[in-house]
């Protein structure tokens, strides 16, 4: 089933289980805010489900065998947005296979720096030189050059852990502490 469907279908559920409880009144301020912090929980969850999926794969890539791979292009791509852009060839059981790579050059700062990163990636990948790739050995046409997860995956995970716990303190305060207060 769809993370998201389940995620949403349990705010819902969990909603309305507080207004069953008789601990909100429908339509009220502190029912709104409940819905909004299991909301936001939901969406916590899910930021950090996702990515903790990717840290997964990575450490399945990372038990894949490897092999050295021939570099057959390099260059760098992109008008605005630079990026290295490296073709290379490896072999597993006789039977040749072709990649593409960018080495997990991040896509952000200033355009000169992306630049100057791309071709210094490119330099120290140039073509005929030798790369290591992991392949997986279900289906050896997927390789990977990842030598650790993308920046982005522990900013995500981090900002999906921040959600939860906000959501968790602000649910808890409008609807338990929130309702002894108001009586």
Known sequence: ???????????IAAGLVVI????????????????IFITVIALGGLATWKESRSLDQFWRIQSWPKVQANILSARVAGKRAFHPEIVYEYEVAGRAFRDTTDMDVPGFGTK???????????????VGSKLTVA????????????RWPRFNVFILYTIGILLVGTGVFGFIHTVFIGSSKAK
């Open 20 to 35: 069953r409880r008789g601990v909100l009144q429908p339509f009220s301020n502190r029912l709104i805010w409940g819905f």
């Open 135 to 146: 392949y997986n050995p279900n289906r050896p046409e997927q390789s990977a050059v990842h």
């Open 112 to 126: 000169a720096n992306r630049l100057n990163v791309a071709e210094q990636t490119i330099a120290a990948n140039s």
């Open 1 to 11: 089933m769809n993370p998201v469907i389940l995620l949403l279908t349990a705010a």
